[in-house]
């Protein structure tokens, strides 16, 4: 006895459902060429309309078709995905199509860059930042992990023995205050701090 494609309209409805309301789920029955089932339908397809799938071929390899872009009549963006439905006999008998519509995400991704993007030629304004420490300290230490292919979190003692120097010969410890920012940033005590500045200045260091 050939399997019902009604067993799958279970399926859609929940694909539907968790996806919703982005999602519609449409499920094609080739034996009679026609849409048999619409989860959340905004396509304005209707159930017993033509599919026009008899073009696809379904081969006994294929499984899966897609993802491919798609364009709904009302001209939003639709990422869709097909799924090839055989009998036990491995015979198509159906398939199930998932239209995702994706023009809200393609508009957040727009509004998030456009937040984000600075105009051409922009730079810091000498004004604000010619004596902020703070600033040229975050720089420093995010090009520096940067280039070492690590994170603050990830400094080993050595590593942050390391920058401490480095930091104390560009002369980041200028600042007022700066020692205790530093160790904030670096995540390590002040004391510790201040011990690896001994040490980069020739004195020596007390901590293994």
């Known amino acids: 006895m050939p399997m019902p494609l009604s067993a799958f309209h279970p399926l859609c409805d929940a694909i539907a459902l968790l996806l919703q309301p982005q999602a519609e789920v449409v499920l094609h029955d080739l034996a009679t060429e026609t849409v048999a089932h619409i989860a959340n339908p905004f396509s304005r397809r209707d159930i017993g309309e033509p599919s026009l799938l008899h073009e696809i071929d379904f ?12 364009v709904n009549f009302d001209g939003r963006r639709l990422k ?5 439905l055989r009998d036990p006999g491995g015979r198509a008998i159906g398939v199930l199509c998932i239209n995702l519509d994706v023009t809200h ?3 957040a991704i727009e509004l998030l860059t456009n937040l984000t993007r600075l105009p051409a030629g922009a730079g810091q304004p000498a004004v604000l930042f010619h004596e902020d420490w ?8 995010h090009g520096w992990t ?16 390391q920058l401490v120097g480095e930091l104390a010969s560009d002369g980041a410890f200028g600042g007022r205050h700066a020692a205790a920012y530093i160790s904030r940033v670096l995540q390590m005590s002040r004391a ?14 007390t901590e293994g």
Do not use: C, F, M
């Open 59 to 70: 081969r006994p390899d294929v499984a899966v078709i897609g993802p491919y872009e798609k």
């Open 80 to 84: 869709s995905v097909s799924a090839v």
């Open 105 to 107: 995400l393609h508009t």
């Open 134 to 141: 703070h600033e040229r300290i975050n720089q420093y230490v």
């Open 146 to 161: 940067a280039r070492n292919g690590t994170s603050v979190a990830d400094l080993s003692r050595a590593q942050k023995r």
């Open 192 to 205: 510790s701090v201040y011990n690896y500045l001994r040490a980069a200045k020739g004195g020596g260091t």
